[in-house]
């Protein structure tokens, strides 16, 4: 490697840098405080791990985005966390012994061997929070409700959309067409590349009942409002009980969280199959206008608790709080800007000093041969008026 070229960050790996991190950092804060108000209580799960401990309940997906190492004191393969969800799983599971609802809450960086998509980074710093021991509609509220809550406490100014879907519909379908692996995951693959043309041809070479066909073709066309649950019913009146719980689940769901967040679009994508191997029912996800991905997401999967052992429903979410923090208001200067002390050791400025920083004002004392008095980095400076020394402006 050329010498310019190593101080150079791997492609997709980003750092922050004064005042952006220092914001993030407050905006961390604001969260956890925010979480803990909700009954969160704060994990925090180690950076690597056994490799499948990792992997647990999470699918091939999260494996080809984990990087993996040799542990050199026992020579096992062990994991960097692409994501911190399986993690506060094996915690309910087997470091906390909660029988009723448990509400944890995390942030801490994950690596990924490659991007999500265009916009993200390799290096995000995840925030989220899960809820165990509870199988009702009420704990997805919850769940949906603190996220939405989350995206307006980091500032964000721009209108929201939440998009809603429920793996049941497909997993119903899956079940009565009777549908092996094989063919499930070539559906899928397809679907995720909204390659219509070539999902229909797929379709049509199926040796299954006609009206299957059907239903799978008109699966990625139930995107939209509202309208799209009154379809949906109608496209699958015949089919089995399970796909039509679902469906009336995502309308008693949207019904309560329209009531609560009026301000918030509701949008439906019933042939949404993110996670499809890790969750169990209702999946969602929150964008906005001005960034082209979702910006928070999560779902339920009441399976995770089974991989570990311990069978507890689950639901959750989490967003990247970088990308959070490049969405919301600028930098707010009342943070960034601070007090500007002299160079001098005398007893009642080093007082004065600490009683300001006690009270959490960031002061900044000149040091001998620095002259520095940027008006963008101190908004005022502490000067001697006879024995006291007091605020001025700058």
């Not at 603190?146 to 998009?163: K, N, R, V």
């Amino acid at each position: 490697m050329a010498l310019a070229d190593r101080w150079l960050l791997p492609d997709g790996v980003k750092e922050m840098l004064p005042p952006n991190a220092r914001q993030v950092e407050v905006l961390r804060r604001k969260m956890l405080d925010l979480y803990d108000s909700w009954g969160y209580d704060l994990v925090m799960p180690p950076l690597m791990e056994h490799f499948d401990s990792l992997l647990t309940g999470a699918g091939k997906d999260l494996e080809l985005n984990t990087f993996k190492l040799v542990d050199q004191l026992t020579g096992q393969t062990l994991g960097v966390r692409a994501d911190i969800t399986p993690q506060v799983a094996r915690i309910d599971a087997h470091r906390m012994h909660v029988e009723g609802a448990n509400r944890l809450c995390y942030c801490g960086s994950v690596l990924h061997t490659h991007s999500a998509n265009m916009l993200a980074s390799r290096n995000p710093l995840q925030i989220g929070a899960e809820l165990y021991g509870h199988a009702g509609i009420e704990s997805d509220i919850e769940v949906i409700s603190l996220m939405l809550e989350t995206l307006y406490a980091s500032g964000l100014q721009d209108e929201l959309s939440l998009d809603l879907g429920h793996v049941g519909i497909f997993q119903g379908l899956v079940v009565e067409a009777n549908l092996d692996a094989s063919i499930v995951v070539q559906y899928m693959e397809l679907l995720q590349r909204k390659a219509l043309p070539e999902l229909s041809e797929f379709l049509e070479s199926l040796d299954i009942d006609a009206s299957y066909i059907a239903m799978l073709a008109e699966l990625p066309k139930l995107n939209g409002g509202l309208e799209v649950l009154a379809k949906a019913k109608d496209i699958f009146a015949d089919t089995n009980a399970s796909i039509l719980e679902a469906v009336a689940y995502l309308e008693r769901l949207s019904s309560i969280i329209q009531q609560r967040y009026p301000g918030v679009d509701l949008y439906f994508d019933l042939g949404e199959l993110r996670g499809y191997n890790y969750h169990t029912g209702v999946v969602f996800s929150a964008l906005t206008p001005v960034f082209g991905q979702a910006i928070a997401k999560g779902g339920r999967y009441d399976a995770i608790g089974k991989d570990f052992g311990r069978a507890r429903p689950a639901t959750g979410f989490s967003a990247d709080l970088k990308t959070l923090a490049d969405l919301a208001a600028s930098v707010d200067e009342n943070i960034v800007r601070g007090v500007l002390a002299p160079e001098s050791g005398d007893t009642h400025l080093m007082q004065k000093i600490a009683d300001l920083r006690s009270q959490g004002i960031r002061v900044m004392q000149q040091l001998p041969g620095d002259t520095a008095t940027d008006a963008a980095v101190f908004s005022q400076k502490l000067v001697k008026q006879g024995e006291e020394w007091v605020l001025a402006a700058l």
